[in-house]
């Protein structure tokens, strides 16, 4: 049976691969492919103010472009102390350009003062599927935790090296890649769109 192609609108490398491998337990009829496959197109400026508008910007803009069905997300850390931010900037937290190691060090020096207990935060994903003729479908994870001022771990990305999900010991970058796609919010809200994507015409 041929595979449905579906576009990732990110080139973020560590995206992709999570989120082939979340979908890949689901054994869908269909093939992720980056945004790169497309020369081109170029990610729109996320300039909405919530997870979900931004990652409809990116999968619209992709799926008009590609003309086959679009996947995105967007997500952030949300951290009580700070009164949910840095939320969907998170990926801008220490300025537009900022690298991951970047935003990291900034929110560590915020939160180093902080008591244990005030360090309470949780990560959250909207992930959407745009089809060429508009069709959109939306699902949202989340997932509790709290911060820690040491980054540990070499897994994952992002924040993951200070997120200690609830329940565990360990950052999301100790856990091993099934273990962090079975808890973390961008598996829960990509395993939200399972029933649309297993719909896609073939």
């Known amino acids: 049976m041929t595979a449905t ?8 490398p560590g995206k992709l691969r999570e989120i082939r491998s979340i979908l890949a337990e689901e054994h869908l009829p269909i093939e992720i492919v980056p945004s790169d496959a497309f020369p081109g197109w170029f990610a729109p400026e996320e300039t909405e103010p919530d997870y979900a ?37 998170s990926a801008r937290f220490a300025g ?8 990291l060090q900034k929110l560590i020096g915020i939160i180093r003062d902080m008591a244990e207990a ?5 990560y959250r994903c909207v992930a959407v599927l745009v089809t060429p003729d508009g069709h959109e479908t939306l699902a949202e994870g989340v997932v509790e935790g709290s911060l820690i001022t040491e980054a540990r771990g070499s897994g994952g990305f992002g924040y ?8 565990e010991t360990r950052t999301m970058s100790e856990l091993t890649p099934e273990e962090k796609d079975r808890v973390s ?15 896609l015409p073939r």
């Open 5 to 12: 192609t579906v576009a990732l609108a990110s080139r973020n």
């Open 53 to 89: 508008g931004n990652a409809l910007l990116k999968a619209r803009s992709l799926a008009s472009f590609a003309g086959v069905a679009a996947l995105a997300d967007d997500s952030g850390i949300e951290v009580d102390a700070l009164d949910g931010g840095p939320g969907p900037r």
């Open 96 to 103: 537009e350009e900022a690298t991951d190691e970047e935003n």
């Open 118 to 122: 005030e360090r309470t935060a949780r």
């Open 160 to 167: 993951d090296p200070i997120f200690v999900p609830a329940g």
């Open 185 to 199: 919010h961008r598996g829960k809200a990509f395993r939200g769109l399972v029933d649309a994507l297993r719909s």
